[in-house]
């Protein structure tokens, strides 16, 4: 077994632990809320809190192991450490904040976010923000970042963080499918024994539809499949130096997905029956074909796994991970739609 299979082989046992306990665990109510943070005192006593939900905690981790990703491909290129956390910060700034705002201009929605916006936006910003840094290192009289080979990295750790960011659709019950009871008969007979059933009234599945405790069709476990796999896979053919099919072949996959897993859900995706999200999703192909087509040709690389690996122990590296955790988290895991009464008390027999 040669070192690049071996790290593929490791993520695939990593990552097939993570879904296993997730698709078992999340649909549950205990795992929607992590901490509630008294904030202000009542007349009666009672504190009213701020909740603090797994959806953050599972979108952080997601962000992280995604740029931890691109870091290790990115330097298995030879691309400067400092290069790579500039290009990162610049599209996190308009990509993160996009999740948002894509969400109201679609849902019409103040407090809900979309991954499918943030990357709509980043497949944008991404070549451009690629093509300004590219100038300036060469002024600067340093070698320019490859762009197919860039763009490859960018998708493959896009595939992981999409894959194990619907971890975190799960625990908040979001992006749901519909019900068994309401599903074509195929759809009934393959997923008559693979449902997921979600329990707890702060679920969006319950408030928003009411299918607390119905059989639906378990589209985030899908979804999730379907992205990591894709990424494992391009993981592989990107060590072997296959970028421009990596890039293609990745967008095609993960985003024909959309268009199809929308179909499957029941949650609301906006007016119409074609939603925005998969209109995106076919403009990103469209893209992809002609960023592959029209991208400049870079010299042949053989990308170096364990120099890549070795970026990741540098302290700036390590301080940027933790603060882009804590940014992520900060921004997805306050919960705007629920609140909390808290009491406190003495254990009397403990004094």
Known sequence: MTANEGFILSLSLLMAGMVYWAFKRLPDERWQFLASVPVMK??????????????GLLTANAVVFGVTILIILFGALGIPTTV????????????????????????????????????????????????????LLLRAGLPAVPIMPALAALMVAYAFGEGLGRLACISFGCCYGVSLRDAAPLLRRIFLKRHFVFWGQMKKISYASGMEGHEVIPVQALTSIVDIVTGLAATLLFLRGEFAIVFVATMIITQGWRLV???????CRGQGKISAYQIMSLVAIGCAAALAYFAPVSAPLVPNLAAGIERVWHPAVVISLQAVWVIVFMMFGKSMVTGAEISFHLNHDRI
Not at 47 to 55: D, K, M, Q, V
Not at 261 to 267: F, I, Q, V
Request: glycine letters at 10%; charged letters at 10%.
């Open 84 to 135: 790579t956390l500039g290009l990162i910060v610049a599209v996190l700034m308009v990509c993160l904040p996009a999740a948002r705002w894509v969400a109201q201009l679609v849902e019409g929605k103040q407090c809900t976010f979309t991954i499918a916006g943030a990357f709509f936006v980043g497949i944008f910003i991404a070549p451009a923000v690629m093509g300004v840094l590219n100038t």
């Open 42 to 55: 009542d007349a009666s006593g009672h504190w009213h809190g701020l909740n603090f939900t797994y959806y």
């Open 261 to 267: 897993s929308e179909l499957l859900r029941a949650d």
